[in-house]
């Protein structure tokens, strides 16, 4: 009786135990949902914001899927307005249809805090009850150790009630009252020319990345000399591939704010012995020189 009760309490402690350390050897942080809205009403437009707190280890990146309640909720927009992501390895989307949003972001300098901003995600809310926002198990994180272990973060759901509104309620818009108070253009950014055999057949492009810290970037545009503004990725194929336009790209917010900079391309010149111009100079000179000599030699003998 008394060995029996003994070997039960060895494998209670020793679960409690493994239960106390798997935290700090399986999960690296916590990604969560946070929101201000306390009270939500059919029709309202509200913010729900993705965060993370990581105080063990350093990331560099994420990857997640967001699952929401697409009978009750309806995504209106993604913002990464004040993200500490400054790299998309695949800019957040998402469909209404299916109820999901993804994403794949990362920080090249890696990230250790609390309550980190990853992504907005700006909702309406369809119809009244309970709704939930939860991660999928493909979630995962990077870390910055110089291999990019994976870990899998502990994960936080969200769930809330919407209510049914009256006929003598006004729909809130948490998103209009940031859009409205964003005056501020996005940060400089710089343009990079690049050349690579495995992008756009080896033709010149361009890259690149403007951060807005309020309402985030909606689009860009580029320029190529006197053409017009074309609405682009990046990178970006340069349709004047002599790289004798000046370039302007120009970052607008989703306030409609701009930051334009501008690319002025050069191409290096050939070394003097590539140019063709050169060595018909040469010839002529050289031609000329014995044509002198012969010149010369046949007037010698002919006095």
């Excluded at 402690?13 to 493994?18: I, R």
């Excluded at 249809?97 to 972001?105: A, C, D, L, N, T």
């Excluded at 009256?166 to 809130?172: E, G, I, R, Y």
């Excluded at 290096?268 to 000179?285: C, G, R």
Aim: hydrophobic residues 45%; contains cysteine; aromatic residues 12%.
């Amino acid at each position: 009786m008394l060995d029996s009760r003994c070997h039960k309490n060895i494998i209670i402690a020793v679960a409690l135990l493994c239960f106390a350390l798997l935290p700090f050897t399986v999960k690296a942080a916590t990604i969560y949902f946070s929101s201000s809205s306390e009270n939500i009403f059919q029709g309202d437009v509200f913010i729900v914001e993705i965060r993370i707190s990581n105080s063990d280890e350093s990331i560099n990146a994420a990857e997640s899927t967001i699952l929401f309640d697409k009978e009750k909720l309806e995504v209106k927009e993604l913002s990464s307005g004040g993200s500490l992501f400054s790299v998309w390895l695949k800019e957040p989307a998402f469909s209404n249809q299916e109820g999901k949003v993804s994403f794949i972001g990362g920080t090249p300098n890696g990230f250790q805090g609390e309550e980190a901003l990853i992504l907005k995600i700006i909702f309406l809310a369809k119809n009244k009850g309970e709704a939930k926002l939860d991660f999928s198990d493909n979630t995962v994180l990077f870390l910055h150790d110089g291999s990019g272990t994976q870990v899998n973060p502990w994960l936080r759901p969200l769930t809330f009630n919407i209510s049914e509104s009256s006929l003598k309620m006004t729909p809130k818009d948490e998103w209009q009252l940031i859009i409205k108070e964003d005056k501020i253009p996005p940060e400089p950014f710089e343009i990079l020319i690049g050349q690579d055999p495995s992008l756009f057949y080896n033709q010149h492009f361009i890259s690149f990345f403007a951060v807005d810290a309020e309402s985030g970037i909606g689009y860009y545009e580029v320029k190529e000399g006197d053409a017009d503004f074309v609405r682009a990725g990046s990178p970006y194929l340069l349709k004047d591939q002599s790289l004798q336009s000046l370039i302007t790209v120009k970052a607008v917010d989703k306030a409609g704010n701009e930051r334009m900079e501008e690319l002025v391309t050069v191409i290096p010149s050939a070394p003097f012995y590539e140019n063709i111009l050169f060595w018909v100079v040469v010839i002529i000179v050289i031609f000329l020189l014995i044509f002198c000599i012969v010149w010369k030699t046949l007037r010698r003998k002919l006095k």
